[in-house]
């Protein structure tokens, strides 16, 4: 059996837990962020949503970097602040 080093949290009478702070920061995860959630052997495997624009939640043109996916209509906006 492999041996646990994660962190340990209960989970409520809804069904919601608290993301720990460290693994938020760690993965830049913020509030009003969309996740996904799958089930992969006996483990619930949550992580941020890929198909989905980690500023405007948009879907269309997406394009990855560093790890997180923007939009064009995203990347155009940010490429217009440095001009
Ligand atoms: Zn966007």
Same mark, same amino acid.
């Given at each position: 059996?492999?041996?646990?080093?994660?962190?340990?949290?209960?989970?409520?009478?809804?069904?919601?837990?608290?993301?720990?702070?460290?693994?938020?920061?760690? %993965?830049?995860?913020?509030? =009003?962020? &969309? !996740?996904?959630? +799958?089930?992969?052997?006996?483990?619930?495997? /949550?992580?941020?949503?890929?198909?989905?624009?980690?500023?405007?939640?948009?879907?269309?043109? %997406?394009?990855?970097?560093? =790890?997180? &996916? !923007?939009?064009? +209509?995203?990347?155009?906006?940010?490429?217009? /602040?440095?001009?």
């Amino acid at each position: 059996m492999k041996k646990s080093t994660g962190v340990f949290r209960c989970i409520d009478e809804l069904g919601r837990i608290v993301i720990p702070k460290s693994m938020r920061n760690k %993965l830049g995860i913020n509030s =009003g962020d &969309s !996740l996904e959630f +799958r089930i992969e052997e006996d483990c619930i495997i /949550i992580s941020p949503d890929k198909s989905r624009c980690a500023f405007c939640g948009g879907t269309d043109g %997406l394009c990855s970097f560093k =790890g997180k &996916s !923007l939009c064009d +209509r995203c990347i155009t906006e940010l490429s217009e /602040i440095k001009n």
